[in-house]
Nanobody, 122 residues
Framework: QVQLVESGGGLVQAGGSLRLSCAAS????????MGWYRQARGKQRELVAV????????NYADSVKGRFTISRDNAKNTVYLQMNNLKPEDTAVYYC???????????????WGQGTQVTVSS
């Protein structure tokens, strides 16, 4: 059973930093794209950042460019999100997402973490 477990959320003042981690566990053949999404209260879930399997290609939402950095450690099956210069509008539940191929004979499935709350006070 594949699971994604997030950590690192919390309460921080505006201008501060947080680092989120998401570790994939269980039996799997390969992890393709990994990413972070967020959902603020009353709003739809939105993409924050994604990183491909090789780690060389990333994509960010315009609202976080220059402030957030996504990275991954393939040896640890873990993706990170370094968030700097946080703003109150970054307050949301952050979800980890991964496309995981469990066995070589099946196409990848999409998995989600349970979410971690990030609150930025003004």
């Amino acid at each position: 059973q594949v699971q994604l477990v997030e950590s690192g959320g919390g309460l921080v003042q505006a201008g501060g930093s947080l680092r989120l981690s998401c570790a994939a566990s269980g039996s799997m053949f390969r992890i393709n794209t990994m990413g972070w999404y967020r959902q603020a209260r009353g709003k739809q879930r939105e993409l924050v950042a994604v990183i491909v399997s090789g780690g060389g290609s990333t994509n960010y939402a315009d609202s976080v460019k220059g402030r957030f950095t996504i990275s991954r450690d393939n040896a640890k099956n873990t993706v990170y999100l370094q968030m700097n210069n946080l703003k109150p509008e970054d307050t949301a539940v952050y979800y980890c997402n991964a496309q995981i191929q469990v066995v070589v004979t099946r196409p990848p499935d999409v998995y989600w973490g349970q979410g971690t709350q990030v609150t930025v006070s003004s």
